[in-house]
């Protein structure tokens, strides 16, 4: 893709854009194991990463052969209970040159998006927790709750096209520490869909979803634009 093409960059939050240590798997693991099971933080990563939580709550379930929609739901509540609790007492800060990656993409006119498995409630008060807003370090946020379908569909990325009239998917890059977000990104022809190791999947498990590069950081992402 030539780098002038380039018009919006999609990045995931958790793992990716914000360094909250598996604070949300490791809360959602609880919620799991505390209705009687015994997962442990891998099996949830590995299933769950990057979904829609309660899509990713059905997922892990279901690796045990369950599926119970009214379990699940009540697994979700109370997820949704503790992570607003948890999120009010343990710190969370920003990846390494977030903010510097991102002032460098809009001083060359290229629009930040964060999508997120999270719903709208939850993503803002991370960005509130860390100081981050609208127009100055990003300029979209787009959520689980504001699409009909979740990744892997491409619907948040469509939606975040839609909103700044980019017609041409070719000119978008999606970057997440998940093999679901490449799969986003692929599914939304997106000129790219890079891993970053960051957060949730091991090299390893991103490579299964051939991304176009895998990098350790967001400042490795800039010689790609």
Request: charged residues 25%.
């Amino acid at each position: 893709m030539n780098k002038q093409q380039t018009k919006m960059v999609v990045f995931d939050m958790a793992g990716t854009t914000v360094d909250e240590n598996n604070l949300v798997y490791k809360t959602l693991l609880k919620a799991i194991n505390d209705k009687g099971f015994n997962f442990n933080l891998e099996d949830v990563l590995e299933v769950g990463a990057g979904k829609e939580k309660q899509q990713a709550i059905a997922a892990v379930l279901a690796t045990a052969g369950i599926h119970d929609y009214p379990l699940t739901k009540a697994i979700y509540d109370q997820f949704q209970i503790e992570l607003a609790e948890t999120y009010s007492t343990q710190q969370i800060s920003s990846q390494p040159k977030a903010r510097e990656v991102f002032s460098e993409l809009r001083s060359k006119g290229i629009k930040i998006t964060l999508d997120t498995g999270y719903d709208r409630t939850t993503a803002s008060q991370i960005l509130q927790k860390l100081g981050w807003a609208q127009g100055q370090e990003y300029d979209l946020l787009v959520t689980a709750s504001d699409v009909s379908r979740n990744r892997p569909f491409p619907d948040m990325i469509e939606h975040a096209m839609e909103h700044f009239a980019i017609k041409d998917p070719s000119s978008v890059i999606k970057v997440g520490d998940s093999a679901i977000d490449v799969e986003e990104g692929q599914n939304a022809d997106c000129g790219l869909s890079i891993g970053i190791t960051t957060g949730a999947h091991t090299p390893e498990q991103l490579k299964m979803a051939k991304p176009d590069y895998i990098i350790d950081s967001l400042e490795e992402l800039l010689p790609l634009i």
